[in-house]
């Protein structure tokens, strides 16, 4: 009966921890349907966006393209091995500039980006697992830039594998350079099991849910 018992709790505690990755795709996923289906709410106080708020009352904003304070995406980053922090990504451009148009990236750049503070939320990593480097036990930390392109509609993803950007350099990590990077976030269960890492991974430049996909201990290169 004992024997019985821990390999009961085994199992439970294994199908917890693979629960915690398919869990994680999801949340990521369900971001790209909030990019994809933006609802914007936003009344602008300022030309710079970064006194925009949220309205109370659903429907009582200001509607989508009648105002400079774009609501653009979603930027998630880590607050530490265990914590992401999502946040609504909105933009400003002077009306009166011409827009250029050679590619989303030329667009987007011409974008003064920023994060509604309202909107920020946090997303725990469930039963106890940890976002760890590939091969490592270090803690992850790394940036992901959802936008919708103003012009195109496309969505874009760029992604710093390696650190939190903070807010005030967002702008920053729109460039090419990080549409070409893929992320691979490995959770571990702290070594309980023995188990090898799974991971969630996210395909450079993804445009949507399909983008992110979760990878066996046997292939995750964790």
């Not at 702008?171 to 023995?194: A, E, H, K, Q, R």
Request: include cysteine; glycine fraction near 10%.
């Amino acid at each position: 009966m004992a024997t019985l018992l821990v390999g009961a709790g085994s199992s439970i505690s294994i199908q917890r921890y693979r629960d915690s990755v398919v869990s994680l795709q999801s949340f990521l996923q369900d971001q790209y349907l909030h990019v994809g289906n933006v609802s914007n709410e936003i009344q602008l106080v300022d030309t710079s966006c970064s006194n925009a708020v949220v309205t109370e009352t659903p429907g009582s904003g200001t509607g989508r393209g009648q105002t400079d304070c774009v609501v653009m995406g979603k930027y998630i980053t880590t607050t530490d091995e265990k914590t992401l922090s999502v946040s609504t990504v909105i933009g400003y451009i002077n009306p009166d500039t011409k827009i250029v148009q050679s590619n989303d990236v030329a667009v987007l750049n011409q974008y003064t980006l920023n994060t509604l503070p309202t909107s920020t939320t946090q997303y725990l990593i469930e039963w106890g697992a940890s976002m760890v480097r590939p091969t490592s036990s270090a803690p992850q930390s790394f940036s992901m830039l959802i936008i919708r392109s103003p012009t195109s509609g496309i969505i874009r993803t760029f992604i710093d594998p390696s650190r939190a950007v903070p807010t005030s350099a967002l702008g920053g990590l729109v460039s090419s350079t990080y549409t070409g990077s893929p992320l691979n976030i490995c959770l571990d269960d702290g070594g309980t099991f023995g188990m090898s890492k799974m991971a969630v991974f996210v395909v450079a430049n993804a445009t949507g849910p399909s983008g992110i996909e979760t990878v066996g201990e046997a292939t995750s290169g964790c």
